[in-house]
């Protein structure tokens, strides 16, 4: 089993800046692609970013393509996503998800049904 925490959510000024983190634990998701999904209320998930096990193929949402970047430090068995720009559209519940998927380290999946593990999530509100 893996075990996923989110941190670094908080309120921040419409143009300002958060860093999310995932933490995992229970083993290693180093072999696993990992992806970054939101919920605002009242609207269905949606796909925000992920990134393969190597780190070698990341994909974007088109809403947040040139604003997020999603990286990964296997050692620490950790994911982040670097929100920069944040505007009040980009309010939502932040959760992260892995997904063991296929071997090939370019391997992504944007689709919600593919990963396993999820985290509880952490609350990103942007004020305008």
């Known amino acids: 089993q893996v075990q996923l925490v989110e941190s670094g959510g908080g309120l921040v000024q419409a143009g300002g800046s958060l860093r999310l983190s995932c933490a995992a634990s229970?083993?290693?998701?180093?072999?696993?692609?990992m992806g970054w999904f939101r919920q605002a209320p009242g609207k269905e998930r949606e796909f925000v970013a992920a990134?393969?096990?190597?780190?070698?193929?990341?994909r974007y949402a088109d809403s947040v393509t040139g604003r997020f970047t999603i990286s990964r430090d296997n050692a620490k068995n950790t994911v982040y996503l670097l929100m920069n720009s944040l505007n009040p559209e980009d309010s939502a519940v932040y959760s992260c998800?892995?997904?063991?998927?296929?071997?090939?380290?370019?391997?992504?999946?944007?689709?919600?049904?593919?990963?396993?593990?999820w985290g509880q999530g952490t609350q990103v509100t942007v004020s305008s």
């Open positions: 990134t393969s096990w190597s780190g070698a193929n990341t």
């Open positions: 998800a892995a997904d063991p998927g296929p071997a090939s380290s370019f391997y992504v999946s944007l689709e919600p049904r593919r990963y396993d593990y």
């Open positions: 229970g083993r290693t998701i180093s072999r696993y692609a």
